[in-house]
T-cell receptor
Framework: QQKVQQSPESLTVSEGAMASLNCTFS??????FRWYRQHSAKGLEVLVS????GEKEEGRFTAHLNRANLHVSLHIREPQPSDSAVYLC???????????FGAGTRLKVIA | AQTIHQWPVAEIKAVGSPLSLGCTIK??????LYWYWQATGGTLQQLFY??????VESVVQLNLSASRPKDDQFILSTEKLLLSHSGFYLC??????????FGPGTRLTVL
C-alpha cells in the first residue's frame, strides 16, 4: 500500500528566502505527483504537477522528481507571508484513480 | 464563476442521525468525481471516486456511502453518524487524470 511522507512537519522561512519541502513515496511505479496548498481548512489549490523525472516550474513553484530515490520536492522562490499555508503532496498512478496524500508541511513565512 | 459547489457549508449533527452531503460541478462534461475526508489536524484521505454516472468505487471504508445520480452531482451519505465522522469533507473533480480541483469543503461536527 502506498505510503507518502512529508518533511519537515513545519517550516518557518523569512520573506524572500527559498523554501524547500520534501515528499517521499513507497511505490516506485507511481507516475503522477502533485503539490497542493491548503489555507486554514479550506479547499486545496493545485500548485504544480509532475509526471517524469526532472524539474517542472509553475511561476514561483518548482517541483523536482527523482523516482529512483522515491522523492519529490517543492521549492518556493521568494515566498511571501501570503504563502503561509499547509502544503500537501499527492501521489497516484496513471490509470488508477486512487490518490494518496502526505500529512503536509505547515509553512510560515515571516516578514 | 465557481465550478464546484458543496453543501452545506457546515453541519452539526447528533450521533446516530443520518447525513447527506452534496457536491455539484458546473460547466464540465463527464468529470471524474472524488470525495475526501480530513480529520481535524489529520491527513486527507480519499473515500470514493466516480468515473461515470451511477458508478462509485470505494477507497476507504468509513461506514459511509456515495452515489452519483447525475453527471454533475456527487452525494455522500450515511444512515447513522459516528463521532469519528467529524471532520472536513472535500469534493473534487478532474478531467481524465489531470489536476484535481477541490471544492470549498463541508465542516461536519458530530456530537
Amino acid at each position: 500500500q502506498q505510503k507518502v511522507q512529508q518533511s519537515p512537519e513545519s517550516l518557518t522561512v523569512s520573506e524572500g528566502a527559498m523554501a524547500s519541502l520534501n515528499c517521499t513515496f513507497s511505490d516506485g511505479t507511481s507516475n503522477n505527483f502533485r503539490w497542493y496548498r491548503q489555507h486554514s481548512a479550506k479547499g486545496l489549490e493545485v500548485l504544480v504537477s509532475i509526471f517524469s523525472d526532472g524539474e517542472k516550474e509553475e511561476g514561483r513553484f518548482t517541483a523536482h522528481l527523482n523516482r529512483a530515490n522515491l522523492h519529490v520536492s517543492l521549492h518556493i522562490r521568494e515566498p511571501q507571508p501570503s504563502d503561509s499555508a499547509v502544503y500537501l503532496c499527492a501521489v497516484s498512478m496513471t490509470g488508477n484513480y486512487k490518490y494518496v496524500f502526505g500529512a503536509g508541511t505547515r509553512l510560515k513565512v515571516i516578514a | 464563476a465557481q465550478t464546484i459547489h458543496q453543501w452545506p457549508v457546515a453541519e452539526i449533527k447528533a450521533v446516530g442521525s443520518p447525513l447527506s452531503l452534496g457536491c455539484t460541478i458546473k460547466g464540465k462534461s463527464s468529470p471524474n468525481l472524488y470525495w475526501y475526508w480530513q480529520a481535524t489536524g489529520g491527513t486527507l484521505q480519499q473515500l470514493f471516486y466516480s468515473i461515470t454516472v451511477g458508478q462509485v468505487e470505494s477507497v476507504v471504508q468509513l461506514n459511509l456511502s456515495a452515489s452519483r445520480p447525475k453527471d454533475d452531482q456527487f452525494i455522500l451519505s450515511t444512515e447513522k453518524l459516528l463521532l469519528s465522522h467529524s471532520g472536513f469533507y472535500l469534493c473534487a473533480w478532474s478531467l481524465a487524470q489531470y489536476e484535481q480541483y477541490f471544492g470549498p469543503g463541508t465542516r461536519l461536527t458530530v456530537l
